[in-house]
């Protein structure tokens, strides 16, 4: 509304108020300057006009006695008449007897003829106002008086007006932003105070303020009232979720604690677990090896091959048990992370693991310029569990092929190790990176069920996610995003 | 628009300036008597007679005596007209005797030999004279027309219209070239 939209409520009420005011003023003004002016005009014309008859009757002895010096004498008087501009005497036929001009002008007029019927006839033209009356002596035409008014004196009126006018509206205005002001004292200011309040309230999260109720009862007061009881709810709500909040953050932090303390205590004593059962395996390793070089002469065949499968199942124990501890420090293990050319590492690894295989033919293809921010080292395992598996299943293939690279998966990139292997079940998916779970038997495929426990836990501890796809014969395809 | 268009019209303008200024000229100039006689019928509504003249008989009178130098032009002007509500009519008579019962008496100056034995016929009587004769309202007249820049005027002696019960209008005063207040002892 008349661009006040972003003002207060106070200045909008004030601009209201005066708008209002000053219409309704000059709405009056405007009716009583029009109807004075009406009636000015209408008297004007009613003061010339006994102008014009008196200017009449006192020159119908000169027009009868052909007199004009008479007349003009007559019309000098209309001296006194500052407004009249000019008058004359005419004959009936319209020939000039006397004429009068206020300003020394001496110019011929000829006047209108006054209709039958009628004795006289004015109208406004020019700004001046002009009257014709036919001058009747004892019932007889007996001449015409033209006079002329300007109107000087309903500009001077009009002006004069103008004037009362304007300071009126003034004073009035100036009472109305009196009234206003008391007003907004009464009704705005509560409402502005609580706009106050508000914006404070909610810039700075500030609950415990307050509105000063008015002491009114009027609706600002039930406003105020509202207002003070909806932020004291919400101090209240505030204060029962923090109180939640806290004994939940103390029920976290015990359960935290009890968790870490005995997955402490399960790691402690796993790892004594693996590392003192290396001890007794290195003494069943150790005398297996002694009963063999040493009494082997008192051995038969059969107690050798039992020998030799102890020392078997010895060493296999041992392996799983480093493995177990490797996990375990995994698990434990700082992660220190950078930027990697994963590209690289996985040459590096896949050249190690070819090493270890010389008698196999593998073709590994590995995409150009991965890069990470992670561990190096926990990368280095990753990709040696990864790469080592698919080696491994595919010992049975003629050719292996080993891929490594990056794609697009459920909208964000994640790397992938595929290979043309032995494959597995995909109902068992979930279940390949449990520790110690096996599909396929040790004879078929070495191995202790660690390695995707360990990619696991790494990936997991990047923040990533690791998952496989595959099927039986058909080759594996391991992914993890990081 | 040719060359012969515009004279035929120039002529025409010329002929129709040239009648109505001989008809103005006709209109503004009356002759001397019209003007003697429009005034001698408008005296008759600028004055006052006293109530025993103005109550009797139902007839305005303006006589002229002596020989008449209207001619028909004073009947023509007064035809048809009323003063003071009654009708004026125009007596020619020869005797001042008959004079008496005119309101107005227009002297010839013919008659300015026996003017004095006119004004005394008239003594007592409220009959507004009016004449010509040079030095009349001098000489015991009440109105004298006199010609002043070719415009027909008149001279009013106030005193003897007012001794004769007669009321002059001021308007009429007004336009006087000359007002008496007191006669010319023994004029």
């Not at chain 1, 052909?66 to 009249?84: I, Y």
């Not at chain 1, 020998?307 to 010895?314: D, E, G, K, S, V």
């Not at chain 1, 992660?335 to 690894?349: F, G, P, Q, Y």
């Not at chain 2, 023509?76 to 007596?91: C, F, L, M, Q, R």
Request: hydrophobic letters at 45%; one cysteine or more.
């Amino acid at each position: 509304m008349l661009g006040v939209r972003n003002y207060s409520i106070a200045t909008k009420l004030t601009v209201v108020n005066m708008l209002v005011s000053g219409a309704a003023l000059v709405i009056a003004c405007l009716v009583f300057v029009a109807y004075d002016l009406i009636s000015f005009r209408q008297s004007m014309v009613y003061n010339l006009s006994i102008q014009a008859q008196m200017a009449g009757s006192n020159s119908v002895s000169p027009l009868l006695f052909n007199d004009p010096q008479a007349a003009e004498n007559t019309l000098s008087a209309l001296r006194a008449a500052r407004s009249v501009v000019s008058a004359g005497i005419y004959t009936l036929d319209g020939r000039p007897f006397a004429t009068y001009w206020r300003d020394g002008l001496d110019q011929p007029l000829t006047p209108p003829q006054v209709p039958a019927g009628k004795t006289e006839l004015h109208w406004f033209k020019d700004g001046q106002l002009a009257l014709v009356r036919s001058i009747v002596f004892q019932g007889k035409p007996t001449g015409i008086v033209y006079i002329r008014s300007d109107l000087r004196d309903m500009t001077l009126r009009l002006q004069r007006y103008a004037g009362i006018a304007a300071m009126v509206l003034v004073a009035s205005l100036l009472a109305a932003l009196l009234v206003a002001s008391m007003f907004q004292r009464a009704v705005a200011q509560p409402i502005v105070h609580l706009a106050q309040t508000a914006r404070i309230v909610s810039r700075d999260k500030n609950y415990a303020m307050r509105a000063t109720p008015t002491g009114k009862r009027d609706e600002p007061d039930v406003l105020i009232g509202a207002f003070n009881e909806m932020l004291e709810q919400i101090q209240e709500r505030d204060s029962a979720l923090r109180k939640a909040h806290d004994e939940l953050e103390q029920n976290v932090q015990e359960r935290t604690a009890q968790l870490a303390a005995s997955n402490k205590e399960l790691e402690a004593f796993s790892y004594s677990v693996s590392h003192d059962l290396r001890a007794p395996l290195r003494g069943i390793d150790g005398f297996s090896l002694a009963l063999l070089e040493d009494y082997a002469d008192r051995l038969d065949d059969e107690g050798k091959i039992h020998l030799q499968r102890i020392r078997a199942a010895t060493q296999r124990m041992g392996l799983l048990i480093d493995d177990l501890l490797n996990l375990s420090r995994m698990t434990r293990a700082e992660i220190r992370k950078e930027v990697v050319n994963l590209s690289a590492l996985a040459h590096s690894v896949a050249e190690v693991v070819q090493e270890t295989l010389p008698e196999r033919r593998i073709e590994f293809r590995i995409e150009d310029r991965l890069e990470a921010r992670v561990d190096p080292n926990l990368m280095r395992v990753v990709l040696e569990n990864l790469l080592g598996n698919a080696c491994k299943f595919t010992s049975k293939r003629a050719s292996a092929c080993i891929e490594f690279g990056k794609t697009h998966c459920n909208g964000s990139s994640a790397y992938f190790v595929r290979d043309n292997g032995a494959g597995f079940d995909p109902a068992y998916a979930n279940r390949l990176f449990g520790a110690f779970q096996r599909f396929h038997g040790t004879s078929e495929f070495p191995g202790t069920g660690i390695g995707l426990a360990t990619v696991q836990r790494i990936i997991h501890r990047h923040g990533g996610k690791i998952w496989a796809e595959g099927a039986v014969e058909k080759g594996a395809v391991f992914y993890f995003t990081l | 628009m040719t060359a012969r268009h515009i004279r035929a019209i120039t002529v025409g303008v010329a002929w129709i300036l040239f009648i109505a200024s001989c008809l103005r000229a006709q209109q503004s100039n009356p002759t001397e008597y019209q003007v003697k006689a429009a005034y001698l019928y408008n005296f008759g509504r600028f004055v006052e007679w006293p109530a025993k003249t103005a109550s009797a008989g139902d007839l305005f009178s303006i006589c002229v005596l002596g020989d008449d130098p209207f001619g028909v032009t004073l009947d023509k002007t007064i035809a048809g007209e009323n003063i003071n509500g009654k009708k004026a009519v125009v007596k020619r008579i020869a005797r001042p005797q008959d004079a008496v019962h005119c309101h107005i008496l227009f002297i010839s100056s013919t008659e300015e030999s026996r003017l004095k034995e006119i004004l005394a016929a008239l003594d007592g009587t409220s009959v507004l004279t009016v004449s010509d004769i040079p030095q009349f309202t001098r000489r015991g007249g009440m109105i004298q027309f006199v010609m002043e820049a070719n415009r027909v005027r008149f001279e009013v002696n106030l005193t003897t219209a007012e001794r004769d019960g007669l009321t002059l209008s001021s308007q009429l005063l007004k336009v006087a070239v000359n007002v008496r207040r007191s006669p010319q002892p023994g004029g």
